[in-house]
């Protein structure tokens, strides 16, 4: 990939040693991924000083980019080896998709905000991803013309799992998304097999409301 002008190398070099690998990520080629993309990129301008700092930032839309280590966490329980088809559900800065483009054959992001689509599908562009597609939709409702998905990874937190991302699942396939209330969620990870579905609760985490018809409305307040 044809990376702008870089001047955060030696940043991600840190934040992949201390905040990554050395607390248990162990995919080598996602390990080299996190070192490759410019993260500060992804975030405004008054904070770009603190890109590569372990925690998440806020971005446009009372939204957020996630923590370094739970994208490569999250982006980790996919098991990707390069030939899926990923969907994303909340784009954001972009961030998140760029990493797993690096990683599967395509991603697919959805974004309910227009100003945030427009933002990261232009960074992205200019990034040279091609192997992105950014639509402005309802997230809990996925996006059917794609699927089936090998992984499905969901950047917000819906009170129950949306079944449409369920029957969008290949078989085989995998579906990482924070569940719970508003004030703290679950992490969970489901794996489809034929008509059955398991599910494990991997860890305690906080994100920001999954809005649409299967999530929160839009008076729910965002969590802080």
Request: proline share 7%.
């Amino acid at each position: 990939m044809n990376i702008l002008k870089d001047s955060g190398a030696r940043e991600r070099q840190r934040m992949v040693k201390e905040q990554i690998e050395a607390r248990g990520i162990y995919n080598e080629r996602l390990l080299e991924v996190m070192r490759r993309v410019p993260r500060h990129l992804f975030v405004p301008d008054n904070y770009r000083s603190e890109a590569y700092q372990d925690y998440p930032l806020p971005i446009a839309c009372n939204q957020t980019i996630s923590q370094p280590y739970m994208v490569a966490y999250m982006t980790q329980l996919l098991h990707l080896n390069g030939n899926e088809t990923v969907l994303e559900v909340g784009t954001g800065s972009g961030y998140q998709a760029a990493i797993l483009a690096e990683m599967c054959h395509k991603v697919i992001s959805l974004e309910r905000y227009g100003e945030l689509a427009d933002s990261a599908s232009n960074l992205l562009g200019r990034l040279k991803y091609k192997n992105i597609e950014v639509h402005q939709a309802d997230g809990s409702q996925g996006w059917p013309e794609g699927a089936p998905y090998q992984g499905i990874l969901v950047t917000a937190a819906a009170p129950a799992v949306p079944l449409p991302l369920l029957q969008q699942m290949a078989d085989g396939g995998r579906l990482v998304i924070p569940v719970g209330p508003r004030s703290a969620q679950e992490l969970q990870l489901w794996e489809r097999q034929g008509r059955d579905y398991h599910h494990q609760v991997m860890l305690p985490v906080v994100f920001v409301p999954l809005r649409g018809m299967l999530g929160w409305n839009e008076d729910t307040p965002t969590a802080r």
